[in-house]
């Protein structure tokens, strides 16, 4: 037991073994505490049977265990180097963009202290005679989606 139990110490740096009975059951608790941020790879193996069926399924269990927590361990691994390699491939775009330098802004448009720009209001002036008249809005798409047998959108409203 103990020789399976080495290579599985080895691999986590660390495991816990707790034993308790309840009744004529003994439960076995099998706790990684690796240095891993994972939780996966923290959880504990927890078997609970008579110390009879222990002794014959308790090193099969821990093989088992030990290849998945493996199995795991590398593939939390893997997907870190992918994340990091990744980052640095954005880092670079990120450097290369901000290189080439960026358009400068087109100014915004000049516009009055009430939010009216002049040019405008010097159309709604002229045509209105003085005062600013409300804009109308005709559409032209209303007879065309009628001809063509589809809804018209504003006949809706």
Do not use: C, W, Y
Not at 3 to 21: H, I, N, P, W
Not at 120 to 130: H, L, N, P, R
Not at 135 to 147: C, I, N
């Amino acid at each position: 037991m103990f020789q399976q139990l080495e290579a599985f110490v080895r691999e986590t740096g660390k495991v816990t073994l707790t034993l308790k009975m309840a009744g004529e059951q003994m439960a076995v608790v099998v706790m990684p505490g690796g240095d891993s941020k994972e939780t996966a790879l923290r959880q504990p193996l927890v078997l609970t049977a008579t110390p009879a069926a222990l002794d014959e399924g308790f090193v099969d269990a821990l093989r088992t265990f030990e290849g998945a927590h493996r199995s795991l361990a590398e593939q939390v691994s893997a997907t870190t180097e992918i994340l990091q390699a990744a980052e640095k491939s954005q880092a670079g775009k990120a450097q290369k963009a901000l290189s080439k330098g960026s358009k400068p802004a087109l100014p915004a448009p000049a516009s009055t202290a009430d939010g009216n720009d002049e040019g405008d209001e010097e159309e709604q002036t002229e045509e209105g005679g003085g005062k600013p008249q409300p804009a109308t809005v005709t559409s032209t798409l209303a007879p065309a989606a009628a001809d063509a047998g589809q809804t018209d959108l504003l006949s809706l409203l």
